[in-house]
T-cell receptor, first 114, second 111 residues
């Protein structure tokens, strides 16, 4: 089944403890992206990647890192999480950026930072 | 001013009703318009895609774009309880540009 898989689905951590949220897609998509979804603010892009080894900042990149060493994987790294990073995170992928190609989303990771 | 505005709802309608969901946007440069549906505890999924002005129909769903008013709509005919979800509009200026999402409207269809 074609899908974007994120892990974990739920994560509770403490301020400053480094964490990684994994994202993997099995559709051979070139473009991958991370979003956070907050009430009243909607989906905001954190980072995106047009292809392997090519990443760029989105609208809210502060406090996050990403890497794209392989086409299928695009992990999101929080080196020193803070409470304002408590949010619902989505990974998404599409064949190529733009045009009619739809974004395929994972089922989300709910992160709580205390 | 946000680039795209969307009423958060919630919107509650009886089964069988016609539902109208709307977004307004501020920049006339936007050309690509999409609607995503997001069920509870799931990621958004693409529902409708429209380029430039006009209507597009797919089953019970119709997407409408009025570029002169900078207004986009999604109509759902004969709404069903399974349509209960959050609906997000998404817009893009050009083919390679990023997507800008509305905040979403939560819809509940009562049996």
């Amino acid at each position: 089944e074609a899908q974007v898989t994120q892990n974990p689905r739920y994560l509770i951590t403490v301020t400053g403890k480094k964490l990684t949220v994994t994202c993997s897609q099995n559709m051979n998509h070139e473009y991958m992206s991370w979003y956070r979804q907050d009430p009243g603010l909607g989906l905001r892009q954190i980072y995106y990647s047009m292809n392997v080894e090519v990443t760029d900042k989105g609208d809210v990149p502060e406090g996050y890192k990403v890497s794209r060493k392989e086409k299928r994987n695009f992990p999101l790294i929080l080196e020193s999480p803070s409470p304002n990073q408590t949010s619902l995170y989505f990974c998404a992928s599409t064949l190529v950026a733009g045009g009619r190609s739809p974004l395929h989303f994972g089922n989300g990771t709910r992160l709580t930072v205390t | 001013q946000k680039e795209v505005e969307q009423d958060p709802g919630p919107l509650s309608v009886p089964e069988g009703a016609i539902v109208s969901l709307n977004c307004t946007y501020s920049n006339s440069a936007f050309q690509y318009f999409m609607w995503y549906r997001q069920y509870s505890r799931k990621g958004p999924e693409l529902l409708m895609y429209t380029y430039s002005s006009g209507n597009k129909e797919d089953g019970r769903f119709t997407a409408q774009v009025d570029k002169s008013s900078k207004y986009i709509s999604l109509f759902i005919r004969d709404s069903q309880p399974s349509d209960s979800a959050t609906y997000l509009c998404a817009i893009r200026k050009s083919s390679g540009d990023k997507l800008t999402f509305g905040t979403g409207t939560r819809l509940a269809v009562r049996p």
